[in-house]
């Protein structure tokens, strides 16, 4: 009895931190949601509409539009970080000349702030005057405009979020890769398993919570990025970039259509979750009941 | 007798004045001595003109009432989102906020802001002498209500003018060339044709000759508001769509269907010369707030172009940052001519007259310390100076300061234009819905940019958006 009451005494403070910034803010959020409320609108005020605001998000197609470019920068990006992520960790693994240095070195987009980041690429790819425009061409003869090319500014912002999150797949991967006991790669060895089956069937299937948890994290911010690509693109051209954070964002800052806003931000909560989940099912689920049997 | 008595007269008189004087300067320490150890916060977008708040102007108020003054500058949407935020929630954090020109009506709509003019009556102890509601330009009438109450300091001013290369239009050879291949001599345009013709010259002289050159500026971010003001508060007015095409008096109608004017031929017309624009201007252009047109012109690479007025100072004075200085001409910009009749009559408007104010929130804590600063940064004796260093004028008798008619000349009459010709322009329209109306439009307007869809018919959608967004807020019924 007392030990639970220390053990709760002990959780208190994290609890009521929880509630405070995040049950009694999603807890509005929801209630927002269920509301018509601009504050520049004829009418100021918050007033009930029931579930208006979700309807009307199945036929908003810039909504839509914002939930597809969204899933597809996240699938592009996250994927590439964890290939990238992974051959990057198996070669820190390896004893080779400046290896402190490159590791640093490699770490060090992590610690940037995203709207720098943002603001360097900005400067980077400004037609004109960027770098990376002025090599293309001298070097490919290619025509590099973020303003108009729609396929290139998408490109952009996926290797924009592929360099400055990489670095954190490797760390996480390494990590795992450090732990691992040496027994089972020996034993393999020894029983004439090559390369790709030790990596098939003992390097991944013991890295996979750590794979699981990276894949979890980057998905996650993934599908909230608005700094970075604000600053890059503004969302354009057009809608090319317009994720879903900064479609709520346009929707609750600018327009100031917040019971509108309050409802996106509530069903694209509910699609993480879902997302997460299914991810979870693919990946955990299938091995488990391997297990079992 | 007499000269001694001239003599006592003269001292008098001298003894008056400076008594009176010091009784004026006193007034800041006097007014002060109330308020010490309060921290006023204002909260305004990072432009010359604030930062002379932030780095002149608060000191010296500072030094003289006891009162500490902080400013924070950022960009133009995190101040938006800043001021509201805090003055919607009510939570107090800004005793100053900057208002540009374009959200007061939202604003006063929302009562958000102190009545100036009110409070200085309501307690005549705040009132410095050296401050005058009347001492504004006519750019002051924005912030005020139909009382002519005034709610916010004029801080900053501009018009968006007709910038072009006096070296580039004056080269006997650039001349020669033009002639023979238009057949007309080479000035300023004056209507959307000769625009057109010198944009269209000077992009192929650029070419044939293997110079970074090109024949006009366009402020057409493809993901950015920036594109969508360039043409309705720039381009549209020339072509005599006013008040981005919808009627306020007649339901807010937007579409020519229901009276409104934001899909007419007129409008239609305006947005294809303005995408013809685009097609030859530089490349960086599809990716140009007002910021990269500014430094677009100054780097030199263009022959023309419409440019704000804070942005067009520099560019003409401050050789550290510009490549085209004292080679830089200003002018009308250009329009119809049935158009120019119609704004001279008093019907529309050539374009954009820009600029913002600073305004005391409702919610401040610290309203009375407030009201002694917005005055002090509104004394006609503070302004000069401000001119200079930031130029912008908002006192009428700022113009005839020496200080402001020698950077007139620099500036190769701007500050006249500004005098003269202010009236030919215009803020935004009085709506109290501006930002709701174009993000709701914006994409849409991308979309045209990006061709995606036609001019004709994104006009179209357009309309019909604003219309549903304005029904949507409850304006339309």
């Not at chain 2, 805090?86 to 958000?112: C, H, P, S, W």
């Amino acid at each position: 009895m007392r030990s639970n009451t220390v053990g709760w005494l002990m959780l208190a403070p994290t609890i009521a931190i929880l509630a405070v910034f995040g049950i009694a803010p999603f807890i509005y959020v929801l209630y927002v949601a269920f509301h018509h409320w601009n504050p520049f609108g004829a009418d100021p005020l918050m007033t009930y509409n029931g579930a208006n605001n979700f309807r009307r998000l199945v036929f908003d197609r810039e909504f839509l539009l914002s939930i597809a470019v969204t899933i597809k920068f996240a699938f592009f990006a996250v994927v590439s970080e964890i290939i990238l992520g992974y051959l990057l960790a198996q070669l820190f693994m390896r004893e080779f000349p400046g290896r402190g240095l490159f590791r640093t070195v490699h770490t060090l987009p992590l610690i940037v702030a995203p709207i720098v980041v943002g603001s360097v690429w900005r400067l980077m790819t400004t037609p004109s005057i960027g770098i990376i425009p002025y090599l293309l061409k001298t070097w490919f003869g290619y025509d590099l405009n973020i303003g108009r090319d729609a396929g290139a500014a998408f490109l952009l912002t996926v290797i924009m979020d592929i360099w400055h999150w990489t670095p954190l797949v490797t760390l996480t991967l390494l990590a795992a890769l450090l732990s691992l006991p040496k027994e089972p790669f020996e034993q393999a060895q020894i029983d004439g398993a090559n390369r790709w089956q030790i990596f098939w069937h003992i390097t991944l299937p013991m890295i996979r919570p750590a794979i699981l948890a990276t894949v979890f994290i980057r998905l996650m911010d993934a599908l909230r990025t608005v700094d970075e690509v604000w600053m890059l693109t503004s969302g354009g051209p057009g809608a090319a970039t317009r994720y879903v954070g900064l479609h709520i964002w346009k929707i609750v800052f600018p327009k100031t259509d917040y019971g509108y806003g309050a409802a996106i931000s509530v069903i694209v909560l509910y699609l993480t979750l879902v997302m997460c989940w299914l991810l979870y099912v693919a990946l955990v689920a299938p091995r488990q009941k391997k297990e079992a049997e | 007798m007499i000269r001694k008595s001239g003599i006592g007269l003269a001292a008098l008189t001298l003894g008056l004045l400076a008594s009176v004087i010091s009784a004026k300067a006193d007034f800041w320490s006097d007014a002060g001595a109330k308020y010490q150890g309060v921290v006023l916060h204002g909260v305004t977008e990072s432009t010359p003109p604030s930062n002379y708040i932030k780095d002149v102007l608060a000191p010296e108020f500072e030094k003289k009432t006891g009162i500490k003054v902080e400013i924070e500058t950022t960009s133009w949407d995190q101040m938006y989102d800043k001021a509201i935020k805090d003055m919607e929630a009510k939570t107090g954090i800004y005793d100053m906020v900057y208002i540009e020109q374009d959200i007061i009506y939202a604003y006063l709509a929302r009562n958000f802001l102190v009545n100036i003019t009110q409070s200085l009556k309501d307690d005549a102890s705040l009132k410095s002498p050296d401050f005058d509601e009347t001492h504004f330009t006519t750019f002051a009438n924005y912030f005020k209500n139909a009382d002519g109450d005034l709610f916010g300091v004029p801080m900053e001013a501009f018009i968006k003018v007709y910038l072009y290369r006096t070296d580039l239009f004056n080269d006997p050879k650039i001349q020669e060339a033009f002639k023979a291949e238009t057949g007309k001599d080479l000035k300023p345009a004056a209507t959307h044709e000769e625009y057109t013709q010198i944009a269209e010259f000077f992009t192929k002289y650029g070419k044939d000759n293997g110079l970074e050159l090109w024949g006009t500026t366009a402020q057409a971010h493809t993901g950015h508001p920036a594109s969508w003001y360039e043409f309705f508060e720039s381009v549209a007015p020339t072509f005599g769509v006013y008040n981005w095409g919808i009627d306020a008096g007649n339901n807010y109608a937007a579409t020519v269907a229901n009276g409104g004017q934001m899909n007419s031929d007129k409008a239609k017309a305006a947005l294809k010369y303005w995408l013809h624009l685009r097609d030859i201007a530089p490349p960086e252009s599809a990716a140009s707030t007002w910021t990269e047109v500014g430094t677009t012109f100054a780097a030199g690479r263009v022959a023309q172009g419409l440019v704000y007025g804070e942005n067009a100072a520099w560019i003409a004075s401050d050789a550290e940052k510009s490549r085209v200085v004292g080679n830089v001409g200003v002018a009308l910009p250009p329009t119809d001519a049935a158009v120019l009749e119609e704004v001279k009559g008093g019907t529309g408007y050539l374009g954009y007259y820009d600029g913002g104010a600073f305004g005391l929130p409702i919610t401040s804590k610290n309203k009375e310390a407030a009201l002694l600063f917005l005055q002090f940064i509104g004394q006609d004796s503070v302004q000069a100076d401000w001119a200079v260093a930031a130029p912008r004028i908002t006192n009428t008798a700022t113009y005839d300061d020496p200080k402001v008619i020698e950077m007139d000349k620099q500036l190769n009459g701007y500050y006249s234009m500004l005098k003269n010709e202010g009236k030919l322009f215009a803020g935004a329209p009085p709506f109290p819905f501006h930002a709701q109306v174009r993000e709701a439009t914006a994409p849409i307007f991308y979309s045209i940019l990006l061709g995606e869809i036609g001019p004709d018919e994104g006009l179209d959608q357009m309309a019909a958006k604003a219309e549903e967004e304005l029904t949507n807020l409850g304006y339309r019924k």
